[in-house]
């Protein structure tokens, strides 16, 4: 069976080199995202923005990676998750570029929402060609490790803003976001196309010599392919055809709601308090560069925290693991907002970037296992697409909020009920995933 020997695979250099390419996007996109919160501070004062064209800056990328997220999912059940996961790189590194000759407050906004959609586009396409390569004993700790790269990006977003922004400009910022775009090239070199995708698709020779080539590359003694394969053989899935209803069948209608209603909570609550996090440090009455040398520091707890995240994972489970990250994210989010001293911003800022990018890398493993191959990447697209309508009116909403003189105790009460929330619905709908194959995830066994 095909899909036996891709399991069989000893974890070796294409696994570590496949999280690299993978995770180096990631880390690409959590850079743009985090550039342009250290700019708004700096963009609002040389713009005269007012805290609603702030929130509704943060607020169109997200707009476009809810589009990005659904329409890059579907395409890449498709086409392939190889060429969407490279068209989406080129998409939002261009667009990141063009912010930096942004003439105008609209034009500014045009291009987020492009930068948006490019990155909303690329994320869940190259967590479901991870997971689908991953072995399944070490599935969890890959994809979290993965996400663990968009805190490598958050602090490399940080350190571009601490020396650059103040000696050149928010500009030169955005221009070194745009770079990204010369690593598709290497995308195109590394990178194969996913077996259980080409299976789906009947291109079997292309899956079997995929696996040949494995086999070689990691030492395991190679034995030819049968010339004609029977469907069993194959490993072929006998699942719908990928469309939209297919996740709404009984098999997957609660699967969908669980994870539809923890992405909504997850993003909603991370970019209602990470986009305006500098801001917020801001107005606590640091300069510019000590807000960025504090944000810096928060960010930093990230690693810890999805290193932690990756180990549990496999340990205690999916389910458990990310039900207890939000729930502690949602006790660090409450603390963090009634911060009295800078020494408290400082302890509960980090204790919560570590809970929650920690849940953050736990979804991103478990929302493509409980989809079948043939519509995984739309599964995916689709829970990160409606979790960006969360993302999409938390920074409005924050930003109507300060305007209208709301304390920061009350704004981070509430993001913290909403972690509680989807803590307790993971908790009580979510199915457990660890050390099973995707096959039998999704039969339930």
């Given at each position: 069976?095909?899909?036996?020997?891709?399991?069989?695979?000893?974890?070796?250099?294409?696994?570590?080199?496949?999280l690299?390419?993978?995770?180096l996007?990631?880390m690409?996109?959590?850079?743009?995202?985090?550039i342009?919160?250290?700019?708004?501070?700096?963009?609002?004062?040389?713009?005269?923005?007012?805290?609603?064209?702030?929130g509704?800056i943060?607020?169109?990328?997200?707009i476009?990676?809810?589009?990005?997220?659904?329409?890059?999912?579907?395409?890449?059940?498709?086409?392939?998750?190889?060429?969407?996961?490279?068209?989406?790189?080129?998409?939002?590194?261009?667009?990141?570029?063009?912010?930096?000759?942004?003439?105008?407050?609209?034009?500014?906004?045009?291009?987020?929402?492009?930068?948006?959609?490019?990155?909303?586009g690329?994320?869940?396409?190259?967590?479901?060609?991870?997971?689908?390569?991953?072995?399944?004993?070490?599935?969890?700790?890959?994809?979290?490790?993965?996400?663990s790269?968009?805190?490598?990006?958050?602090?490399?977003?940080?350190?571009i803003s601490?020396?650059?922004?103040?000696?050149?400009?928010?500009?030169?910022?955005?221009?070194i976001?745009?770079?990204?775009?010369?690593?598709?090239?290497?995308?195109?070199?590394?990178?194969?196309?996913?077996?259980?995708?080409?299976?789906?698709?009947?291109?079997?020779?292309?899956?079997?010599?995929?696996?040949?080539?494995?086999?070689?590359m990691?030492?395991?003694?190679?034995?030819?392919?049968?010339?004609?394969?029977?469907?069993?053989?194959?490993?072929?899935e006998?699942t719908?055809k990928?469309?939209?209803?297919?996740?709404?069948?009984?098999q997957?209608?609660?699967?969908?709601?669980?994870?539809?209603?923890?992405?909504?909570?997850?993003v909603?609550?991370?970019?209602?308090i990470?986009?305006?996090?500098?801001?917020?440090?801001?107005?606590?009455?640091?300069?510019?560069v000590?807000?960025f040398?504090?944000?810096?520091?928060?960010?930093?707890?990230?690693?810890?925290?999805?290193?932690?995240?990756?180990?549990?994972?496999d340990?205690?489970?999916?389910?458990?693991?990310?039900?207890?990250?939000?729930?502690?994210?949602?006790?660090?989010?409450?603390?963090?907002?009634?911060s009295?001293?800078?020494?408290?911003?400082?302890?509960?800022?980090?204790?919560?970037?570590?809970?929650?990018?920690?849940?953050?890398?736990?979804?991103?493993?478990?929302?493509?296992e409980?989809?079948?191959t043939?519509?995984?990447?739309?599964?995916?697209g689709?829970?990160?697409?409606?979790?960006?309508?969360?993302?999409?009116?938390?920074p409005?909403?924050?930003?109507?909020?300060?305007a209208?003189?709301?304390?920061?105790?009350?704004?981070?009460?509430?993001?913290?009920s909403?972690f509680?929330v989807?803590?307790?619905i993971?908790?009580?709908?979510?199915?457990?995933?660890k050390q099973?194959?995707?096959?039998?995830i999704?039969?339930?066994s």
């Open positions: 069976m095909l899909l036996e020997r891709l399991e069989k695979l000893p974890v070796g250099s294409f696994h570590y080199k496949l690299i390419i993978t995770g996007g990631w690409f996109d959590s850079m743009d995202t985090g342009i919160s250290f700019v708004l501070p700096v963009l609002a004062k040389e713009w005269g923005l007012t805290s609603e064209q702030v509704w943060g607020s169109v990328g997200l476009g990676m809810a589009l990005g997220a659904v329409l890059a999912g579907t395409i890449a059940d498709k086409l392939g998750r190889k060429k969407v996961f490279a068209a989406t790189v080129i998409l939002y590194s261009v667009s990141t570029g063009l912010c930096a000759v942004a003439w105008s407050y609209e034009s500014l906004l045009f291009f987020r929402f492009l930068v948006g959609f490019g990155l909303g690329e994320l869940p396409v190259a967590a479901t060609l991870m997971s689908e390569y991953a072995p399944s004993h070490l599935r969890g700790r890959f994809i979290v490790l993965l996400e790269f968009w805190g490598v990006g958050w602090l490399v977003a940080a350190l601490y020396v650059i922004i103040p000696k050149f400009g928010w500009q030169v910022a955005f221009l976001g745009a770079l990204p775009a010369l690593y598709v090239f290497a995308i195109r070199l590394h990178m194969p196309e996913s077996v259980r995708y080409l299976i789906s698709q009947k291109k079997i020779d292309e899956a079997k010599q995929i696996i040949l080539d494995l086999e070689v990691t030492g395991v003694k190679s034995e030819p392919f049968a010339k004609d394969l029977s469907a069993a053989e194959v490993g072929s006998k719908a990928p469309k939209f209803s297919s996740l709404w069948t009984p997957f209608r609660t699967r969908t709601i669980m994870l539809w209603l923890a992405w909504f909570g997850i909603y609550s991370y970019y209602g990470f986009m305006w996090l500098p801001s917020i440090v801001f107005s606590q009455g640091f300069e510019v000590k807000t040398e504090y944000v810096l520091i928060m960010t930093a707890a990230q690693l810890p925290g999805y290193f932690a995240a990756a180990w549990l994972v340990k205690i489970g999916r389910r458990y693991t990310l039900s207890s990250f939000l729930l502690m994210s949602g006790v660090c989010s409450y603390f963090f907002g009634n009295a001293t800078a020494n408290e911003l400082l302890m509960w800022g980090a204790a919560m970037s570590f809970f929650n990018l920690g849940a953050w890398g736990v979804i991103y493993t478990y929302t493509p409980l989809y079948p043939s519509i995984r990447a739309l599964g995916s689709w829970a990160a697409g409606f979790g960006r309508i969360g993302g999409m009116l938390a409005m909403l924050v930003g109507v909020l300060l209208n003189g709301a304390p920061m105790d009350l704004i981070f009460a509430m993001f913290g909403v509680v989807i803590s307790a993971v908790l009580g709908l979510g199915i457990e995933s099973k194959s995707l096959e039998q999704e039969l339930g």
